[in-house]
């Protein structure tokens, strides 16, 4: 087993935080002298994607993992659900408030998320505000998970109104992500998490997106040590980011790159599977590059670049690939205005100047963005 350490440590006014990423193959079955600093006699709620359960027939890693949480804690208890955009909502979120409370916790118990981005969203927002905050720890089990969500402590569920309004900010106690729970993961779903790696080179490491570009076959083949190489270099790149400003004063808005178009497309979408998170992130960072261009921000070259690779890996690169979502650009223009960026009513938008360099957009005018989406959508 070759495990790779991520620290990540946070300062802010108010406290100072740290905790470590594990990375690594075979991790999961062998994580018990990892796990014994962290699960110390405690009582544990393990909430995990309904994928891994034991009716689905697919439980060896799980049933792995919990008998050695049950050698190091006090009791297991166990929550199952869905996967699925459609989970992150108030009422599975009570559920699990609920149910955690009936197994008598207190605030020295201890949360376990195991699963995708939806699993340690929910969960992590659950541990958040259950008796008023207690630990939790992030088994992520897609790529996406792996390289986004479970680093940088945003917890949360979607409303009606549009995407990830209700949250908060709770950081993980630890990390730890197996390569081999990708084995079985679907292509889509990982190619949708390949978005948010490309998103980093994008954003801040020109070199980075160099090296995708020239190895994504090997990639999406899973040859393990470029695996291992994206999913370390991912969150090295995202803690670089969000060390210095851990609630998105600033600097970290950047990893928004094609979230204000993303979030909205998806959220039209209404969370049924026609159209995922990575997949809606594809489209809005093309609409994001699109945009910078016609803004004279950044070369039509570079633009087509980020075009290409995306259609390369076979991913959407506008809303015309999404055939069953029809959206106008008033509808769309509505939903901007729900963008945790945005202040005093005016729209900020995340726009670059080249690959490897974005930048916040504030104020950006109405006027523009609507001739812009009546031209492109
Ligand atoms: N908190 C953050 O900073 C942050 C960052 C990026 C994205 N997100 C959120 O993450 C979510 C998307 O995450 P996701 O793509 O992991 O979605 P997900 O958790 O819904 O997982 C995708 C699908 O894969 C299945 N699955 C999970 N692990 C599997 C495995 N090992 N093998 C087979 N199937 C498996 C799930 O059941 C689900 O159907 C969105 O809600 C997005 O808003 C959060």
């Known amino acids: 087993m070759n495990v790779q350490t991520i620290n990540v440590s946070l300062t802010s006014k108010l406290n100072n935080l740290s905790y470590p990423i594990f990375v690594g193959n075979n991790l ?49 208890n166990l929550i199952d659900l869905p996967g699925g955009d459609k989970t992150k909502n108030i009422s599975q979120l009570n559920f699990i408030l609920e149910k955690s409370l009936s197994f008598e916790i207190d605030r020295s118990s201890l949360i376990i998320a195991f699963g995708g981005g939806v699993i340690g969203d929910i969960a992590g927002f659950a541990a958040s505000i259950v008796l008023r905050g207690i630990d939790y720890i992030h088994v992520p089990t897609t790529l996406l998970a792996q390289v986004d969500s479970s680093v940088g402590g945003k917890t949360g569920i979607n409303s009606s109104k549009s995407k990830n309004l209700i949250g908060s900010f709770h950081q993980p106690i630890a990390v730890i992500s197996d390569l081999d729970m990708l084995k079985t993961l679907p292509k889509r779903e990982f190619l949708a998490g390949l978005v948010e790696v490309i998103k980093y080179g994008l954003i801040h490491d020109v070199k980075f997106f160099n090296t995708l570009e020239n190895n994504y076959k090997d990639i999406l083949n899973y040859d393990e ?33 094609g979230h204000t178009f993303g ?18 992130i594809s489209i809005g960072i093309c609409l994001a590059f699109k945009l910078s261009t016609e803004l004279g921000y950044c070369s039509r070259s570079e633009t087509e670049r980020v075009f290409n690779l995306f259609k390369k890996l076979t991913l959407p690169t506008s809303l015309k690939d999404i055939k069953s979502l029809s959206i106008t650009p008033l509808e769309m223009l509505k939903k901007f205005k729900y963008d945790k960026k945005n202040k005093n009513d005016q729209l900020t938008f995340i726009l670059n100047k080249k690959i490897g360099k974005s930048f916040i957009k504030n104020n950006m005018d109405e006027n523009i963005l609507t001739e812009f989406l009546n031209e492109d959508m």
């Not at 699960?39 to 792995?64: A, M, P, Q, W, Y």
């Not at 993992?65 to 049950?70: D, Q, S, T």
């Not at 979030?263 to 026609?274: R, V």
Request: aromatic share 10%; charged share 30%.
């Open 28 to 76: 999961l079955s062998n994580c018990e002298d990892i796990l014994k600093k962290f699960v110390g006699n405690r009582k544990i709620i393990l909430i995990h994607d309904d994928f891994f359960s034991f009716e689905n027939g697919f439980n060896e890693n799980l049933t792995t993992f919990i008998k050695i949480i049950k050698k190091l804690s006090k009791s297991v």
């Open 225 to 257: 040590s470029k695996l291992k190489y994206v999913i370390s270099n991912s969150c090295k790149i995202k803690y670089e980011i969000i060390k210095n400003d851990e609630k998105e004063n600033g600097k970290r808005a950047l990893l928004n790159l």
């Open 263 to 280: 979030h909205a497309i998806e959220s039209f979408g209404k969370y049924n599977g026609t159209i995922i998170h990575g997949e809606a």
